[in-house]
């Protein structure tokens, strides 16, 4: 009976937060759950779903590999210590990123005028990417699959941008903000997450250049 009550709730939530004309109302009758509990469930379900995804992809991909480089190597690479650490990696750096830019949007909805809590506001986003959790397991899933990955990315983005409509919705109703202030919000945290996104990808180029510049030093420095 609880496993059936849980998948009721979840379709539900799914059912809901896809409708653009019941998101809001849905979104705030859940805000009153917020908990820490909660957020930790609800983020264990979308690592948990997202590091089976990747591991689906990878194994896709190898036998795709397999295919064109012999299947020794392709296994040799999926079955090497890299795989776990590539996964482990992504979960942790994605809770991260995800703590971070939830901080930096609370202080963007602050600014505004906003008058809910950190905890509501991490509590619905990390609650809306459970319950989608499934949509967006096929998404990593098929991402990571070389040809295939370039086709689904085009649906990835729809569903980005239905993701970021339903961050303004949950401005409106963690924080109050009118629809106004709501949509500069989301606007303003986009433009700081794009302003972040650069200059990591500056650091990020920045160091594999030092790490070739440094690798071919070595190698000119190394006795023939």
Do not use: W
């Amino acid at each position: 009976m609880v496993a059936v009550f849980c998948m009721i709730n979840f379709i539900e939530a799914i059912q809901n937060l896809l409708n653009p004309g019941k998101a809001e109302a849905y979104l705030a009758k859940e805000l009153p759950n917020a908990s820490t509990g909660g957020i930790a469930v609800n983020l264990a379900i979308v690592y948990a779903l997202n590091a089976v995804a990747q591991l689906i992809g990878m194994v896709i991909t190898t036998l795709l590999l397999g295919a064109l480089i012999g299947m020794p190597t392709a296994l040799g690479s999926l079955l090497s210590i890299a795989t776990p650490i590539k996964i482990a990696g992504t979960i942790v750096v994605g809770l991260v990123l995800m703590v971070v830019f939830c901080g930096v949007l609370h202080l963007i909805a602050k600014a505004f005028g906003g008058r809910g809590t950190f905890m509501g506001q991490l509590y619905l986003q990390s609650f809306s990417s459970a319950a989608l959790a499934p949509i967006s397991f096929f998404f990593v899933m098929l991402l990571t699959v070389p040809l295939v990955g370039c086709i689904v990315l085009v649906f990835f983005l729809i569903f980005a941008l239905y993701m970021i409509y339903l961050l303004y919705l949950m401005m409106k109703v963690v924080y109050k903000l009118d629809s106004r202030k709501a949509a500069y919000t989301v606007a303003a945290y986009m433009g700081v997450c794009f302003i972040i996104g650069i200059l990591l990808g500056i650091a990020i180029l920045a160091f594999n250049i030092a790490s070739i510049m440094g690798a071919s030093q070595g190698g000119l420095l190394k006795p023939v």
